[in-house]
């Protein structure tokens, strides 16, 4: 199982982003994707999830309406569009995925919202 993720940068508040994920080693289509974050200091928290097919998400309350978690299985990419970014969204951005009964993770993706 390989993750990798890109996209990550420097934004001014209120800016946006669009991160990606692109999956090697599985069936992308068959498994639900996740993307946590991790700021300096803080636990790493789930951000969004995304069902198989694409037709569940969840988002953590911070970012609902802000954020949008998608998934082309076509490609074994899943996408998290960042809106409206604000300074707490700070943090290095995880691609996950549960399989064969542990966690993967990619290297992460650094954003840095700031003026």
């Known amino acids: 199982v390989h993750l990798v993720e890109s996209g990550g940068g420097l934004v001014q508040p ?18 639900a994707m996740n993307w946590y974050r991790q700021a300096p200091g803080k636990e790493r928290e789930l951000v969004a999830a ?27 990419t899943v996408y998290l569009q960042m809106n409206n970014l604000k300074p707490e ?16 993770w990619g290297q992460g993706t650094q954003v840095t919202v700031s003026s």
């Open 14 to 31: 209120g800016g946006s982003l669009r991160l990606s994920c692109a999956a090697s080693g599985f069936s992308f289509s068959s498994y």
């Open 50 to 76: 995304i069902t198989s097919v694409g037709g569940s998400t969840y988002y953590v309350s911070s970012v609902k309406g802000r954020f949008t978690i998608s998934r082309d299985n076509a490609k074994n």
């Open 89 to 104: 969204d700070t943090a290095v951005y995880y691609c996950n995925v549960q399989w064969g009964g542990r966690a993967y």
